[in-house]
């Protein structure tokens, strides 16, 4: 209905766009605000933790050395807290923030969209290919520092397409400030992706270039100066992840999930399948329209079909497992270029189609949107497309169970990686992720065990490989204590 509406809107923009931000809320929402707690890839976990701190405390002294660099984040979470009276507890905080945040980032891109093209349909159309991307659906879910710096690039793309002038110029700094704040790391990456765009003007000698040296310099010089000053850690580690790529040993990899569940894996993917038909039909159409070929579209669209691989899941994304390039992380910041281009696409469609072709883009939108919000990447516990990797959420009944093995047991314990981010995080208990590459039975060297025997029983646990129900049964459990069973979760000790 919304997309009928966005083809037809003449007058009724802003009807639209309230349908697109209602509808991407109640799915985010229906995500993290619908289970007892939400850890998406578990890193939720030690940012809640870090939020509470700060509430506690009022104070970012005493956070890990690893979030210590980029506290605002944190800051921001524990002080809505604190605004709504304890009424709303710190994670819902988070969430709430990240989801009304991401929803606000529809209208950026339709603004966006709109300065491109001056087109309100196209506009509108950018925005509803956005809200189908996957990743911008996870993100407004997954509450986290990284989350927002894509919303503050998105601005920081719209605000370069304003005509320059010493107020812009003081935007367009405020932004890199606060991207490079936020997330020191994220910088990186928009960095690369903001000379690309540049390098694609100048190929294409683009009418009036929205990026320039000035740009490129501030980023950079402020990135420097700030990772030499508040973010040591993060020179140390580029250094030892390029020593590594040489030297060091592959990380981990997942389960052979294609092997194992290939119609699973292909109805995953399926979404991006579609997103990437219309990048190409909008970067088809743009090939055919002369008086577009200096302009900022573009540079725009020419760049978005160049980043396909880094953005799309692809055979670039084995640099991940095999030399520790996190070449995923380009999707996630990336979401704008293939909303412009494939939002053009859908809008030429349905310009230039008759009445059979608008049912086809019809029927093709449809299974878009269905596909997005119910994929295993944003809906973890859809049975039909469920992938073997571990749960994005706890249940109250596995949280209170942690819970109560932290206040109950001092001693060191070996588990899962999303129970030990737990445990390390909420209840300062330490934890190492459980080793089943060595020799001999499975949980030989350790001392106490603890395992989510409810989760297992759907997905594999995560120790330094994904290990199914089967495997622990047949590791000889029954001949250790078990101090603790709740149902959902076990310690075993010697």
Known sequence: ??????????????????????????VVFSVTLNYALFVGRTDLSGHIAYA?????TGSTVGLSPTYEPFPLWHVFVAESTLLSGGWVETHTSMYLLSGFI????????????LRVLSSKK????????????????????????R???????????????????DSQRVVVLLLIVAIVIYHPVSIPFVLVLLAGVALIERFLDTRGPIIDTYVLGVAAGFTTIYWFYRAEFIIGRLTASIIGMFTGPSPSTGPESVELSPWVEVANYVPYSFLILLLLLGFLFWYQQPTLSRSTFASLALFSVLIVPLVFPGPTLLLDSLVGVNVGRFGHYSFMFVALTGGYGLYELVRRGNIRTFLLILVLVS?????????????????????PFYTFYF??????????????????????????????????????????????????????VLLRHHENEKRPLQFSRYVYEDEITAANLEL???????????????
């Open 122 to 145: 196209y506009a509108l159309f950018s925005a509803f290919v956005m809200i189908c991307f996957p990743l911008y659906l996870f993100y407004g879910m997954y509450s986290i520092a």
């Open 395 to 448: 249940t109250e009944h596995e949280r209170s169970s942690l819970e109560h093995v932290g206040a109950t047991f001092e001693e060191p314990m070996a588990a899962d990686r999303p129970a030990c981010r737990y445990l390390r995080s909420f209840e300062a208990t330490e934890c190492e992720r459980i080793s089943v590459d060595g020799e001999g039975e499975m949980f030989d060297e350790y001392d106490t």
């Open 1 to 26: 209905m919304t997309f009928f509406q966005a083809a037809t809107a003449d007058g009724q923009e802003l009807v639209v766009l309230y349908q697109m931000i209602v509808a991407y809320t109640l």
């Open 480 to 494: 250790r204590n078990k101090p603790y069973d709740s149902g959902s979760v076990a310690m075993y000790t010697r």
């Open 367 to 387: 299974c878009l949107s269905f596909t997005a919000v119910s994929n295993d990447f944003v809906a973890s516990d859809n049975p039909i497309v469920e992938r």
């Open 147 to 165: 989350s927002v710096t894509s919303v503050l690039f998105l601005l920081l793309l719209l605000t370069l397409m304003i005509r320059r002038s």
């Open 52 to 56: 509470n701190h700060v509430l506690e």
């Open 102 to 113: 991401f929803a606000a980032g529809i209208l950026g891109m339709y603004a966006l969209g």
